[in-house]
């Protein structure tokens, strides 16, 4: 039976429910495709026959990833056909690791791509990205989607919001410089990982060129939307002010330029390390959701169906933010309150929700 998890911390929803309720997440990582393989075949013969060794950096279930990975294996083995081939799966140590496991060796719902060929390593790490993940010099292609907007720590509560998205002054600044350090310790740990030649691409959730981020292209801002329920919540005293402060997701949307500076300034460290940026654009994939109930109509069905894939990412968080004085059943219960409120509101008025996708597809490269 599908599980969720409540441990501290963030955590997706276990169980495979992740990939399920994502498959707007796997969009994102099928457009990503060509760059994967675009960097396999810039890399030198050598480097590919001596092993060859991919990461996928915040996988969660691996399901998402499946068919990129899939098309990777079969672009190094046109290069180099009996190369072994490593595939680093990493996440956080409270990751659901058993649905991964099942993703990978096809005991799930997805198809594996282990009997492509022999010589297929899949390897599995709890390290985060914020650590170095593989040995030194070892890395061919580093990989990561939409999970390195999560920042190392909460740098401090948002009083009048959940997300930076609706941060001001201080509150702001704090948010930007964590995420100025986390991005650059992030890159340097890679910088050591890869081989000489090698290559990350990081496609991260952004803001862009036009302000427009994850949920606000146009319609109604997703983030405010959580940030009123919960503040109903508030007004309903159904929530204490503690607990509505503590709702802070700790994530940041960087910008082009913020993603760019430090693989462009000679005198930044993740430069001096030899990083350098090969490439970078911003893309939107649209809500799969918010797109099918554009031919079909049924707002319940839109509703029934979009709510799962927000929660698959934030109810950890929403749940650890509760007293832990309260009985876990009422804590439960909030959360499910929560979340119907959400579905209601899409259910009677459709028009404007949906998750957009926004994200930098980037590619980096470690100086020969
Ligand atoms: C939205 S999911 C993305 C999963 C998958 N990469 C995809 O694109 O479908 C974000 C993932 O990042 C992971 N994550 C967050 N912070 C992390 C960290 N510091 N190190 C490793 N993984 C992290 C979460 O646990 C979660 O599994």
Redo the contacts with the bound molecule.
Sequence with gaps: MASREHSEG???SGGGL??LA?IG??H??DAATPMVIDAINSLSQESISSGFTFS?????DAG??LSMVAAAIDAVSTRVPHAPISIVY???P??DFNALIANVYGLGPFESYLDRRDDIFPLVSGT???KQIVPAATLDIGF?????H?L?AKVCNISNHVQAVGAEGKELEAFRAQAHRDWRQILLHRARELKPGGKLVL?NFARDEQGRYLGNTGGINMFDQFNQIWQSFLEQERISRAEYENMTLPQYYNTVEEFSAPLQDPDEAVYIAGLRLDHIDTRIVKCPFAESFTEHADATRFAEEYIPTIRS?NESIFFNALSADRPLDQRRQIIEDYYASYRDIVRENPEGHGMDYVHAYTVISKIA
């Design positions: 963030i955590t997706m992740y990939s994502t997440a796997k994102v990582i996928d950096m915040g996988t969660a998402t990833s990493s996440d956080q409270r990751n985060t990205f914020y990561s989607a939409t999970a390195m999560w190392s496609i990412w």
